[in-house]
């Protein structure tokens, strides 16, 4: 089964961006709570939401510096 056919999850893959990895990142998320919910407030979920919030940060602005530098050349 491909992630298209899933009903959530095709459209939402269908209305954003061509682009993979922010695609797994949007997915991601709902999970990261989900996790976080179970573990409660420790430290590996503290960890984790950390990581995903830079992950998530860091990749925007990754695409921000390279698209801005892919338009001036």
């Given amino acids: ?5 899933i009903p ?3 459209p939402l893959l269908a209305a954003g961006a061509d682009d ?3 695609d797994a990142l949007l997915i991601l998320g709902p999970i990261v ?12 979920s503290v960890l ?11 990749y925007i602005a990754y695409k921000g510096v390279t698209e801005t530098t892919e338009s001036s050349t």
């Fill in 8 to 10: 959530v999850i095709g």
């Fill in 33 to 44: 709570i989900i996790i976080i919910t179970f573990l409660g407030r420790t430290l590996p």
């Fill in 48 to 58: 984790l939401a950390v990581a995903y919030t830079g992950g998530f940060v860091g």
């Fill in 20 to 22: 993979s990895v922010f």
């Fill in 1 to 5: 089964m491909r992630l298209e056919h």
